[in-house]
């Protein structure tokens, strides 16, 4: 019988889990099953997608040159 490799994420306590949050899970068909599946693969790739427009955003605006009126210079005395 061969043997198995223990969890990594039961092993470490740093990683949330359903049980440690205390969520509830139910079972399912296997056709919401396939559903959820989708709808979770989608949320991944949204989530993949806000990340990469943010960071294009942050980039945008950190190469743009800052403003130098008089109301926003340093003042010295």
């Known amino acids: 019988m061969p043997s198995k490799r223990p ?5 470490d306590p ?8 205390g969520l509830r899970a139910k079972l399912v068909p296997e056709e919401q ?3 959820l599946r989708a ?4 949320y ?7 990340e990469s427009l ?3 955003a ?5 190469g743009r040159s800052t403003r ?6 340093p003042h010295h005395p």
């Not at 969890?7 to 092993?11: E, L, M, Q, V, Y």
């Not at 740093?14 to 949050?21: E, F, G, I, K, P």
């Not at 991944?44 to 806000?50: G, K, S, T």
């Not at 130098?68 to 210079?73: G, M, N, P, Q, Y």
């Open 33 to 35: 099953d396939a559903e």
């Open 54 to 56: 943010s960071h294009r």
């Open 68 to 73: 130098t009126d008089k109301r926003h210079a």
């Open 44 to 50: 991944e790739q949204l989530l993949c997608d806000w």
């Open 14 to 21: 740093a990683r949330l889990t359903v049980a440690s949050l």
């Open 39 to 42: 709808l979770i693969e989608r």
């Open 7 to 11: 969890r990594s994420r039961a092993i």
């Open 58 to 62: 942050l980039k945008a605006l950190s």
